[in-house]
């Protein structure tokens, strides 16, 4: 069976760090692009960052560039995010997502086929 968990949400001050992590199980690790994604209250699900498959290029949405780094240690089947320099406005659950349609990667949800069961983040001001 298909299955990606999130875990290393929590509560943080403005300014403050954390480290997600998206382990998966259940399929081809090396053959799908992993994506993370969050959502807000009453918003649209916000494409944040995602590797290839190769594990070698990497994509960022604008709100967090700079700010968050994804990376991936393909032995043990876990994806990374580390969130550095938090705000508010990075309060949100935050999901992981796996596709292999995909040559490269993107933000655009529709994309992706499994996902988790996210993992809540709140930075408190």
């Known amino acids: 069976e298909v299955q990606l968990v999130e875990s290393g949400g929590g509560l943080v001050q403005a300014g403050g760090s954390l480290r997600l992590s998206c382990a998966a199980s259940g399929f081809t690790f090396d053959g799908y692009n992993i994506g993370w994604f969050r959502q807000a209250p009453g918003k649209e699900r916000e494409g944040l960052s995602c590797?290839?498959?190769?594990?070698?290029?990497?994509w960022y949405a604008d709100s967090v560039k700079g700010r968050f780094t994804i990376s991936s240690d393909n032995a043990r089947n876990t994806v990374y995010l580390q969130m550095n320099s938090l705000k508010p406005e990075d309060t949100a659950v935050y999901y992981c997502a796996a596709d292999r349609t995909y040559s490269y990667c993107s933000g655009v949800r529709e994309r992706y086929d499994y996902w988790g069961q996210g993992t809540q983040v709140t930075v408190s001001s």
């Open positions: 590797i290839e498959k190769n594990r070698r290029s990497t």
